[in-house]
């Protein structure tokens, strides 16, 4: 049989990477409901926590896109970035201006993050309605995943897995293999962010992002420690907002 007629293994398929990626992430997923879900309960039914809450309140709308840029980078890319690196989870970056580059990006994830969730207040409330809960977790997404963070997210990996080097990324370029990594990202991350937006969207406004911030923190350390147990190095995931 000519070699090109035959199938690919089930784990070389881009159907078997997603489904691999989904378990991956499913039980990384499961402990951050969890933890998720312990926040938002002890914000609205134990008073005791409220005084915390209302300080992280506090900071955010005072100081606004500041706060979502300084918060988004420490949470997203500097807890991250030095977990992988000193711990061997990932080859993540050959030098300290990696890690600036690294860090910038959530920076700059954290700006457009917080818009969009502005964005989303202004079009469908700040309640916490089931309706305007389900409005925004579709929005989120299968709109704004789709069009912008899973692409970005690709980009940006695909430029650093070629140590962000741009000469480097333009030999390595392929646009069959970076729609699939796309579509990998995107698919196999909603089993996670699909619940977790829902949980973060439960929350006023000025605690999105900071729920957010440590979803999204939980979710690369976790990734990457179930990932090293079965042997495989770990990729950050997509960021979905």
């Given amino acids: 049989m000519n ?28 402990i951050l409901w969890c933890i998720g879900l312990a926040l938002v309960c002890s914000y609205y039914f134990w008073t005791e926590t409220r005084p915390a809450f209302e300080k992280v309140i506090q900071w955010k ?8 840029a300084l918060s988004t980078a420490f949470f997203g890319g500097a807890i991250p970035y030095f977990y992988l ?13 990696h890690g600036v580059l690294f860090i910038s990006y959530w920076a700059l994830r954290g700006l457009d993050v917080d818009a969009f969730y502005r964005l989303q207040a202004w079009f469908f409330g700040s309640d916490n309605h089931w309706q305007t809960i389900v409005k925004k977790v ?17 980009f940006f990996y695909e430029w650093k897995e070629a140590d962000f080097s741009l000469s480097q990324w333009r030999r390595q370029w392929n ?15 909603w089993i996670v962010w699909i619940p977790a937006t ?15 911030n440590l979803t999204l923190c939980f979710f690369v350390l976790l990734v990457s420690v179930f990932s090293r147990k079965n042997g495989n190095p770990s990729r950050p995931p997509a960021e979905e907002a």
């Avoid at 690196?85 to 201006?97: C, D, K, P, V």
């Avoid at 646009?175 to 991350?189: A, E, H, P, R």
């Fill in 138 to 154: 579709l929005v989120d997404q299968f709109v704004y995943c789709i069009l912008w963070a899973s692409p970005v997210t690709a």
């Fill in 85 to 97: 690196r000193w711990s061997g989870a990932e080859r993540i970056g050959l030098h300290w201006g």
């Fill in 198 to 212: 829902a949980i973060v969207y439960s929350l006023p406004l000025p605690l999105q992002i900071p729920l957010f």
């Fill in 61 to 68: 709308m005072q100081y606004g896109y500041v706060y979502s």
């Fill in 3 to 30: 070699e090109r007629m035959k199938a690919k293994p089930a784990n070389e398929t881009l159907n078997g990477r997603i489904l691999a990626a989904m378990r991956m992430n499913l039980l990384p997923g499961f």
């Fill in 175 to 189: 646009s069959s293999s970076l729609l699939d990594k796309i579509i990998v990202f995107m698919v196999s991350t």
